[in-house]
């Protein structure tokens, strides 16, 4: 099984400052098609997970645009230009080329 | 409006069998895979299962194969999951999701969970 290891697990910030979190895998997992299947998902306190990038660096509709996603090969980052209130969370990336499908430990993002 | 409407948890003894189900409307049931992902009391996210649109083809996470199976009823639009020989390990809330990315990479939709706490 691919093996998503994240860091930091905390981060603490400061609401209108930058976020950055890193996700790396276990081993490349580039699919046949080219493409290669690491997701960002974001859980709000109480709520379920809903992905917010897609395919390393492709937002989801509605998510805006202080979010983007960046990688390749083993190495991804999930970057937040400037934190809001609503961003409180845990973030999980996950490998949805190889089966079993795997995320990382989470990051729970939270105010200093 | 998507709704996926997870049911069938509870409490259940280790050993013991339940089936979840989860009733989907607002998208076309029948036209995407369907995915169980549970997540145990404070810990993170765990894939579990996987089926195709069509319900022939299906993955599971090693910690449950041979346990769990993942079924679907596309006329009932309600995917499924039997856990058998359940252990205090399985214990979590079970969403179940559309999360496929294949293509155009269509939105994802997750359920609210349901909650299963095997304990005896």
């Known amino acids: 099984d691919i093996v998503m290891t994240q860091s930091p697990l905390s981060l603490p910030v400061t609401l209108g400052q930058p976020a950055s979190i890193s996700c790396r895998s276990s081993q490349s997992f580039v699919h046949s098609d080219g493409n290669t299947y690491l997701h960002w998902f974001q859980q709000r306190p109480g709520q379920s997970p809903r992905r917010l990038i897609h395919?390393?660096?492709n937002r989801d509709s509605g998510v805006p645009d202080r979010f983007s996603g960046s990688g390749s090969g083993t190495d991804f980052t999930l970057k937040i230009s400037r934190v809001e209130a609503e961003d409180i969370g845990v973030y999980y990336c996950m490998q949805a080329t190889h089966w079993p499908w795997t995320f990382g430990q989470g990051t729970k993002v939270e105010i200093k | 409006q998507v709704q996926l409407v997870e049911s069938g948890g509870g409490v259940v003894q280790p050993g013991r069998s339940l089936r979840l189900s989860c009733v989907v409307s607002?998208?076309?049931?029948?036209?995407?895979?369907m995915h169980w992902v549970r997540q145990a009391p404070g810990k993170g996210l765990e894939w579990v299962a996987v089926?195709?649109?069509?319900?022939?083809?299906?993955q599971y996470a090693g910690s449950v194969k041979g346990r769990f199976t993942i079924s679907r009823d596309n006329s009932k639009n309600t995917l499924y999951l039997q856990m058998n020989s359940l252990r205090a390990e399985d214990t979590a809330v079970y969403y179940c999701?559309?999360?496929?990315?294949?293509?155009?990479?269509?939105?994802?939709?997750w359920g609210q969970g349901t909650l299963v706490t095997v304990s005896s």
């Open positions: 607002g998208f076309t049931f029948s036209r995407y895979g």
């Open positions: 395919k390393i660096s």
């Open positions: 089926i195709s649109s069509d319900g022939r083809d299906k």
């Open positions: 999701a559309k999360i496929d990315c294949g293509g155009d990479c269509p939105p994802d939709y």
